[in-house]
């Protein structure tokens, strides 16, 4: 990679970043296809936010992602914001256009179209089981209310938060179609033998010895599961491959969220399959 006054910068705002796995596929994408771009981490503190965004424009950045703790604070900062992340009110992508800032959110289109390409597996008409009611929670949930699910079930530790994100379902899409499932009974057979595609959106599976929330005897049939934790196999996910079937991991998502964020900043049909090969060397 050449590095000249006339390179094109790019990159995550976070705190920290040390970990972020975008530059890896961020810059394969770029040296692919040829293009004057670095993508860059940057650690900014969340007192200093407001002027790394002021630092997008001065230093005429293409834009940034942004991520953990920004993705809400940076809104009051941004000329314009997607009608997808102000319904979320959240951004993971900032776009600068000759000096104009908006703000986008590519993690719900990050994960349907990661589920269409990777697999072939579209949502339309499905029943869908997710398991919690966090960010990450609203922007797949906001997704699959839009790409027309039949039915969604929402379960969480925190079952106030859950139908906190039932309400959100309805009156920012006008999506009705939303049970509420008491974390207790997740388990219950008769929720199973409805359900297609079940998404795991909380934290546990991270880290070694986490629980499997889910008993595997559910996991059967023609199911579909998605877990979005990426920094190792989950339990979830190895009971579910035990099981023969379909599923995807939290690498896809990150790969996709950020194939969108690509097409933002340069115009062009991001490289997917050579940004999952960088990552799943
Ligand atoms: P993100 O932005 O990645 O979605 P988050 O907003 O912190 O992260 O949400 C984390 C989710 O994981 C929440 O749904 C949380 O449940 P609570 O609302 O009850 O906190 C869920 N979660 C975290 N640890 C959990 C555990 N040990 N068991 C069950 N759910 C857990």
């Not at 002027?51 to 009051?76: C, D, Q, S, Y």
């Not at 269409?116 to 009611?133: A, D, P």
Request: hydrophobic letters at 40%; one cysteine or more; a positive charge.
């Amino acid at each position: 990679m050449k590095i000249t006054g006339k390179t094109r910068i790019t990159g995550v705002f976070g705190y920290p970043v040390g970990h972020s796995l975008s530059p890896l596929f961020q810059n394969a994408a770029f040296e692919y296809l040829k293009l004057d771009c670095v993508y860059i981490p940057m650690e900014v503190a969340p007192e200093e936010i407001g002027k790394a965004i002021e630092g997008i424009r001065a230093l005429n950045f293409a834009g940034v992602n942004i991520t953990i703790p920004h993705k809400r604070a940076v809104l009051k900062y941004l000329d314009g914001i997607d009608e997808e992340a102000k319904l979320l009110g959240a951004v993971n992508t900032v776009v600068n256009k000759n000096g104009k800032l908006k703000g986008y959110t590519t993690d719900g289109s990050g994960f349907t179209r990661s589920l269409k390409e990777s697999c072939g597996f579209t949502i339309r008409g499905k029943k869908v089981f997710i398991l919690g009611s966090g960010g990450s929670s609203y922007a797949i949930s906001g997704a699959l209310a839009k790409g027309k699910v039949s039915r969604i079930y929402i379960c969480n530790r925190t079952e106030k938060k859950a139908i906190l994100l039932k309400r959100h379902l309805f009156k920012n899409l006008g999506y009705k179609s939303v049970e509420v499932v008491p974390f207790g009974e997740r388990n219950d057979k008769k929720i199973w033998l409805d359900i297609q595609l079940l998404i795991n959106t909380t934290s546990v599976g991270m880290k070694k010895g986490d629980p499997l929330l889910i008993d595997s005897e559910n996991l059967a049939g023609d199911k579909f599961v998605y877990d979005i934790v990426y920094n190792r196999k989950t339990e979830l996910l190895k009971a579910a491959e035990k099981k023969g079937l379909r599923c995807l991991d939290g690498l896809s998502m990150l790969i996709y969220q950020g194939a969108i964020s690509f097409e933002l900043w340069t115009g062009k049909t991001a490289p997917v399959e050579v940004m999952k090969r960088s990552v799943y060397l």
